[in-house]
């Protein structure tokens, strides 16, 4: 090879301009402009609406910037951190949704090693929860924690398998469902906040709580024998609130009527007693105008209940004659 067919620098540059033309004379501005836009962006920042910035300058925290347009010294001397301080978080355990919507999307791999958990009573549950939380402090969160979203995880594991272990299967498959959801929800605010990691626990919420796979038909069985027991107990109750208290009711009525029946025979027979010493007294002090009276009382309550009445003469000899006992008989 000549090295005389080696061109020169000259000669390559000459060439390049010839092919660029016109461009070339706009090239430098180009480079220019381009090297100020990338400076420009070094220099203005946005915030989202629902963001604040954390600024540091080199490497120290300075403060922090409000929603909006900002500017920074560039060339790495300030570094901003947009952090969504509104956002509601949501961690999973036991599950993932792979796609929200009018109908959920959700993983199905098992994640027995979150939510497979002793109870107090020595059973298996299957439990499914989500924390949801938001962040409070943005400062915190940035140098005072370095994986919170780890830590929240492992926290949140920690507690829900303390406080279901703190009670009976049926208690946490029932009634306990929400004391477990505000214990646990009180009990991560409090680790995270000795933690110092700026995040704020919103909510604590069990999804799903069912027996392991692996025991659910026997647990099943087993719900439906004390359901069963359930029944027939409150059956006997029933049968027993009819007829017990109608009993006692009737065996109350029966007393009643036969204390009143006595009160009333007592109170006659004390009246009677009253009434005949009264009139011994009268009769004692006249004993035939007492006589008399008792004689007419007597006729008075006796003559209207009789049909015939008859009146004699006491120098009557027979009374036979007047008496017509033929009358009304047949001929």
């Given at each position: ?9 000259e000669?390559?540059i000459e ?7 016109n461009?070339?004379k ?15 962006r ?5 915030i ?28 790495g001397?300030?570094?901003?951190t ?25 993983s199905?791999e098992?994640?027995?090693?979150q ?28 140098f ?13 594991e ?21 004391e ?10 409090k680790?995270?906040?000795?933690y ?14 069912n027996?392991a796979?692996r ?30 208290p ?9 007393i ?12 006659r027979?004390k009246?009677e ?6 009139t011994?007294?009268?009769y ?7 006589k ?40």
């Open positions: 090879m000549d090295f005389k067919d080696i061109p020169n620098p000669d390559i060439a390049g301009r010839k092919k660029l033309g461009f070339g706009f090239l430098p501005l180009i480079m220019l402009g381009f090297f100020g836009l990338t400076f420009l070094g220099v203005v920042y946005s989202g609406p629902d963001e604040v910035g954390v600024l540091q300058r080199f490497g120290k925290y300075t403060g922090l910037s409000s929603p909006g347009l900002h500017a920074k010294i560039p060339l001397v300030d570094k901003v947009p952090i969504k301080v509104k956002k509601i978080f949501k961690e999973e355990f036991g599950f993932r949704t792979l796609q929200a919507g009018v109908v959920t999307q959700y199905r098992q994640f027995y090693d939510s497979l958990m002793l109870t107090g009573d020595l059973n298996i549950l299957d439990v499914r929860w989500i924390v949801q939380f938001k962040v409070k402090d943005p400062v915190k969160l940035l005072a924690t370095r994986n919170p979203q780890d830590n929240i995880r492992d926290m949140s920690v507690v829900m398998r303390r406080f279901v272990g703190d009670y009976g299967v049926d208690e946490v498959l029932t009634t306990k469902r929400d477990v959801n505000h214990l646990a929800e009180r009990e991560i605010q680790i995270l906040d000795s110092n990691t700026g995040i704020e626990i919103v909510t604590v919420k069990l999804l799903d709580v027996p796979e025991v659910r038909s026997a647990f099943n069985e087993v719900n439906e024998a004390k359901q069963e027991k359930e029944k027939m107990i409150n059956q006997a109750w029933e049968a027993y609130n009819k007829v017990i109608k009993a006692k009711g009737t065996a109350e009525k029966t009643r009527e036969a204390e009143g029946y006595a009160l009333d025979k007592i109170n027979a009246g007693s009253k009434r005949f010493l009264a011994l007294a009268e004692k002090k006249a004993p035939e105008i007492t008399k009276r008792l004689y007419l009382e007597t006729l008075n309550e006796v003559l209207p209940k009789t049909k015939q009445k008859y009146i004699i003469d006491p120098k009557q000899s027979s009374i036979l004659p007047l008496l017509n006992l033929g009358e009304g008989v047949a001929k």
